[in-house]
C-alpha cells in the first residue's frame, strides 16, 4: 500500500470519518467470537488491519482479561482507535502496532491465543494472509478472519467485471479449501447479513460521498467510486457477500 499515492490517499480521507472501514457490525464480531471460543482467561489477540478499531473495542470489551494488539499500517486510524480506547476505559489493554500485517516476524511461533482480521486480509491476499500467520497461533488457537466471495455459482456480468478489476473473489468453497491446504480446520463460516454493509457502512460511506469537494478530482473520483459500489451492492448483492471465517490449526 503505497500512502503517497494520491488516490488512495482520496479513498482513505473519505473514510476518515468512520469508525467501521468495511462491511461487519458488533453483533458480526460478537458472534464470531462466540464461535471463536473457548479461549484462555487471558487470551493474547492480534487485530490484523484493526482501521480505528471497530472489532478491537469489542474483543477489548468482551474479552475482560484479554492483551490485544492491533495493527495496521495507517497511522491516523491508530490515533483514533486509541482515543476510541480511552473513551470505552480499555487503553490499558490495547497496544497498538503500526505496521504491515505480512511482517510480524518479530512474533514467536505459537504465541498468540487470537487472530482476528476483519475485512483487511484481501490487502495482502488471503492465501498468502492465512500462510503467515497459522505459525502464530497456541495450539488451542483461532483464527477469525473476514472475506468477500462469491455467494452463487453464476454471478451477473456486470458484478463480475466490478470484482475482477477490484479483487478477483472466489466462492466460499475454494476459500474453505485454501483454509484447509493452509493447515487449518474450518469451524464455521457465516455470512455477513445484508445489513453490515448497507447500515454499517455504506450508509455513512454515502453520506460523506455526497459531501466529497467536487472541485479535487481525486476527492470527487473517490465519492463516485463509493458511490458506484454502493449501488452495485444493492443491486448485487445477493451474488456476493463477506464471509466469516473462524480457524483453527488442523
Ligand atoms: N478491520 C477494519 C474494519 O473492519 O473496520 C478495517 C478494514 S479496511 C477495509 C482495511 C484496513 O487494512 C485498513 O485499515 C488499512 O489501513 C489496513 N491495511 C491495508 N494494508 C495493510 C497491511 N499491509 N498491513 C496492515 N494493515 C493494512
Redesign the pocket.
Known amino acids: 500500500?503505497d500512502l503517497n499515492d494520491p488516490e488512495l490517499k482520496a479513498m482513505l480521507e473519505l473514510h476518515e470519518g468512520q469508525l467501521?472501514?468495511?462491511p461487519?457490525s458488533r453483533r458480526t464480531t460478537e458472534l464470531l467470537l462466540s464461535l471463536a471460543g473457548p479461549l484462555p482467561e487471558e487470551p493474547r489477540v492480534l487485530d490484523?488491519?484493526?482501521?480505528p478499531g471497530?472489532?478491537a473495542l469489542v474483543l477489548a470489551e468482551r474479552l475482560p482479561g484479554a492483551r490485544i494488539t492491533a495493527?495496521?499500517?495507517?497511522a491516523p486510524?491508530l490515533r483514533r482507535l486509541e482515543e476510541h480506547a480511552r473513551e470505552a476505559g480499555t487503553a490499558d489493554r490495547i497496544t497498538v502496532r503500526e505496521g504491515?500485517?505480512?511482517a510480524l516476524d518479530d512474533l514467536p511461533d505459537g504465541s498468540v491465543d487470537l487472530v482476528w482480521s476483519?475485512?483487511?486480509a484481501y490487502?495482502?491476499g488471503f492465501d498468502r494472509a492465512l500462510g503467515l500467520w497459522r505459525r502464530l497461533l497456541a495450539p488451542s488457537g483461532a483464527l477469525v478472519v473476514t472475506e468477500c466471495g462469491w455467494i452463487v455459482d453464476n454471478p451477473s456480468e456486470e458484478a463480475r467485471r466490478f470484482w475482477d478489476a477490484a479483487y478477483p473473489l472466489r466462492s466460499t468453497a475454494a476459500n474453505i479449501a485454501a483454509a484447509t491446504a493452509a493447515g487449518y480446520t474450518v469451524t464455521a463460516a457465516y455470512l455477513l447479513p445484508d445489513s453490515d454493509w448497507l447500515d454499517s457502512y455504506y450508509a455513512p460511506l454515502e453520506a460523506d460521498a455526497l459531501r466529497a469537494d467536487a472541485s479535487d478530482p481525486y476527492a470527487a473520483a473517490a465519492a463516485e467510486g463509493a458511490l458506484r459500489e454502493a449501488e452495485l451492492y444493492r443491486a448485487h448483492g445477493h451474488e456476493y457477500g463477506y464471509m466469516g471465517y473462524v480457524l483453527r490449526p488442523a
Open positions: 500500500m467501521r472501514q468495511g461487519g490484523l488491519g484493526c482501521g471497530a472489532s495493527v495496521d499500517v495507517h486510524f504491515s500485517m505480512d476483519e475485512g483487511a490487502t495482502v
